[in-house]
């Protein structure tokens, strides 16, 4: 079992910038891929960036340029750097960890984005 905790979200003003963190503990296979997912209302979960545990990294072509995941291996914990932050940025953000063995999510954590 994998659980995950994530803290920084609130709410900011466009143009603000917020950072995410998501800490990882329980049973965690070394060769994960840890990532941002969120969910606006009435829409369907996207992802936001994700890393592997090798730092290789993917995003969402609306964050890139604003958005920078990073990961801390040996505290198990992956972080988002929001810049420059839309009104279209709300939501729920939500960590995932996918592993051989695992795909686990945490409990969400809201940022809104107020215009």
């Known amino acids: 079992q994998v659980q995950l905790k994530e803290s920084g979200g609130g709410l900011v003003q466009a143009g603000g910038s917020l950072r995410l963190s998501c800490a990882a503990s329980g049973s965690i296979f070394t060769i994960n891929i840890m990532g941002w997912y969120r969910q606006a209302p009435g829409k369907p979960r996207e992802l936001v960036a994700r890393i592997t545990y090798g730092g290789i990294t993917d995003y969402a072509d609306s964050v890139k340029g604003r958005f920078t995941i990073s990961r801390d291996n040996a505290k198990n914990t992956v972080y988002l750097q929001m810049n420059s932050l839309k009104a279209e940025d709300t939501g729920v953000y939500y960590c995932?960890?996918?592993?051989?063995?695992?795909?686990?999510w945490g409990q969400g954590t809201q940022v809104t984005v107020s215009s």
């Open positions: 995932n960890l996918v592993s051989r063995v695992a795909n686990s």
